[in-house]
C-alpha cells in the first residue's frame, strides 16, 4: 500500500503516515530543502543533525521512495542521508499550458515582475536595491512586486516596508493577486532573485507564458532559468549583478523574445502538469499500484487534521491535484 506525501510538509507528513500505516510502500515528497541547507537560519543550524539521522533512520529503507523537485536536493540527500537509488527527481509539480499561455508583449515601458511571498529570503531586498540601481541609471523599466507578506515568516517583510517602498516609486507592490496569468500577459520579464527554492511554480508559470526570466543562480532556480537560453542567472545577494540582467533584459526586445519561446519549449517538453503527472504516476505504480484508487487527506501539519475527499479513477490530471501538499493512500 502506497503513500505519498508532498509538499513543504512532506517531511512532517511522513510521520502522520508512519503512524496511520506502518507497513508497505511509502513515496515522501519534499519540495525544497531550504531551511535545511540555509545557513543564515540559526534553526536550521541547530536542527540540521536531529533532520539528517531522521531522514536515514525513516527514509532509507527498501521500500521507501524519496521525490524531490531539483538536482542539487537529489544530490545532497543522496550523498549523506538516503540511498541514491531511493532517490526519484522529478521537476517541479507541474503548470497547466493551457491556462497559462503564451502573449505578445505589452506596448510601452518594460515590466519585471516578481510573484513571490513578500520574504527577505526570496531576495526582495535584493530586487529592491536592483530597482534603486537601475533609477539612477535612468533605465527604463518598472519593477513590481506581487504577493503577500506572510507575516507569521520568521523572514516575512512588513506590510509598512513594502507601502513605503511603493509610495515612495521605488517599486510597486500589489499584493496578493490571483490572475497570475493576466499579470504575465502585462508583463515583460519575470525575476526572482531567492537564495533556494524547490522548483519554483511563479517561474513555472512565466515560462509557460512566454516570459524571459532572470533569477539567482541557486538550486531549483537554476531548474528553469538556463543561463543565456531561458532567461539570466545572477548570484545570489547580489543587487548590483541583479540590476545589469534587467537592464540587458530591459534594453533588449529580440533577446525578451527568444528567451520567452525557449521557455516556454521547456515547459511543454518537460514540465507541464501532463508530464510531470505521469512521472508520479509511474513512480507511485513502480512502487506497487496497480489502480489509480485513493483517497485524499490535506493534511495540517501543525494540528494533524485531515480533510478527506474521494479521487476515484479520474485520471492523471485528478491524480495531480492530489500531488500537491496531500497524502495519497491506496484504498483497495
Not at 52 to 80: C, E, G, K, Y
Not at 86 to 93: E, N, P
Not at 249 to 265: N, S, T, V
Request: contains cysteine; proline residues 5%.
Amino acid at each position: 500500500m502506497p503513500i505519498l506525501v508532498t509538499g513543504a510538509a512532506g517531511f512532517i507528513g511522513y510521520h502522520v503516515c508512519a503512524a496511520l500505516l506502518d507497513r508497505g510502500e511509502r513515496v515522501v515528497g519534499v519540495d525544497n530543502l531550504n531551511d535545511y541547507y540555509d545557513p543564515a537560519l540559526k534553526r536550521a543550524r541547530l536542527l540540521r543533525p536531529m533532520i539528517r539521522l531522521a531522514f536515514h533512520w525513516l527514509l532509507d529503507r527498501p521500500n521507501s521512495r524519496l521525490i524531490v523537485q531539483n538536482s542539487d536536493d537529489a544530490a545532497a540527500l543522496a550523498d549523506t542521508m538516503v540511498a541514491k537509488e531511493r532517490v526519484a527527481q522529478i521537476r517541479g509539480s507541474g503548470v497547466d499550458t493551457e491556462a497559462f499561455t503564451p502573449s505578445d508583449e505589452p506596448e510601452g515601458t518594460p515590466v519585471a515582475v516578481m510573484v513571490s511571498r513578500m520574504l527577505w529570503d526570496k531576495g526582495v531586498g535584493e530586487l529592491v536595491e536592483a530597482a534603486r540601481l537601475l533609477q539612477r541609471r535612468a533605465v527604463s523599466l518598472r519593477v513590481v512586486l506581487v504577493g503577500w507578506s506572510d507575516p507569521e515568516n520568521p523572514t516575512a517583510i512588513s506590510e509598512q516596508d513594502l507601502k513605503a517602498w511603493d509610495a515612495a516609486g521605488v517599486i510597486a507592490w500589489w499584493g496578493e493577486r490571483s490572475d497570475i496569468a493576466e499579470i504575465w500577459a502585462n508583463s515583460h520579464i519575470a525575476v526572482l532573485p531567492s537564495y533556494r527554492e524547490g522548483l519554483p511554480k511563479s517561474l513555472l508559470e512565466a515560462a509557460a507564458c512566454g516570459r524571459p526570466m532572470v533569477a539567482t543562480d541557486v538550486p531549483g532556480c537554476r531548474e528553469i532559468v538556463q543561463d543565456g537560453v531561458t532567461g539570466l542567472l545572477v548570484p545570489p545577494r547580489d543587487a548590483e549583478s541583479l540590476a545589469a540582467a534587467l537592464e540587458r533584459l530591459a534594453g533588449e526586445k529580440a533577446l525578451r523574445r527568444r528567451m520567452g519561446a525557449a521557455a516556454r519549449d521547456l515547459v511543454e517538453s518537460a514540465l507541464s502538469d501532463e508530464v510531470v503527472a505521469e512521472q508520479v504516476l509511474a513512480l507511485y505504480r513502480s512502487s506497487g499500484e496497480s489502480r489509480l484508487k485513493a483517497l485524499r487527506r490535506a493534511v495540517d501539519p501543525v494540528l494533524g487534521r485531515h480533510v478527506v475527499d474521494a479521487v476515484l479513477g479520474q485520471g492523471p490530471g485528478a491524480f495531480l491535484g492530489c500531488v500537491d501538499d496531500r497524502l495519497l493512500v491506496d484504498v483497495e
